[in-house]
């Protein structure tokens, strides 16, 4: 399994940016992606999931209203429009797969079996 993300960067606030994070090799065609963050001196945190095959997606309270996933079927490509994007946005951005997802576990790490290296995204004020 593959996680391939990308389109990190530096931006100042109030920009944006979108992350792609290409997906091959996943066992399953019953399977989830999503974004987690994680900044310095803090856990990692949820940001926003999709459950690939009926395309329902979910957000962060924290990013609702700023921040989209979608999918690109065709591209096995998930993406995170973020706009409106504040210093506190600045972490290290994960997407990671979880397989059979249901909607109590994509915002749970741990539920999550495969993961990208992660791109770093720096806002500044």
């Known amino acids: 399994v593959q996680l391939q993300a990308s389109g990190g960067g530096s931006v100042q606030a109030g920009g944006s940016l979108r992350l792609s994070c290409a997906a091959s090799?996943?066992?399953?065609?019953?399977?989830?992606l999503g974004w987690f963050r994680q900044a310095p001196g803090k856990e990692r945190e949820f940001v926003a999931a999709?459950?690939?095959?009926?395309?329902?997606?979910y957000h962060a309270n924290s990013v609702k209203g700023r921040f989209t996933i979608s999918r690109d079927k065709g591209k096995n490509t998930v993406y995170l429009q973020m706009n409106s994007l504040t210093p506190e946005d600045t972490a290290v951005y994960y997407c990671?797969?979880?397989?059979?997802?249901?909607?109590?576990?994509?915002?749970?790490?741990?539920?999550?079996?495969?993961w990208g290296q992660g791109t770093l995204v720096t806002v500044s004020s």
């Open positions: 990671a797969a979880i397989s059979s997802p249901i909607v109590s576990s994509l915002s749970q790490p741990l539920q999550y079996s495969y």
């Open positions: 090799g996943l066992p399953t065609s019953n399977y989830g």
């Open positions: 999709i459950r690939w095959s009926r395309g329902d997606t």
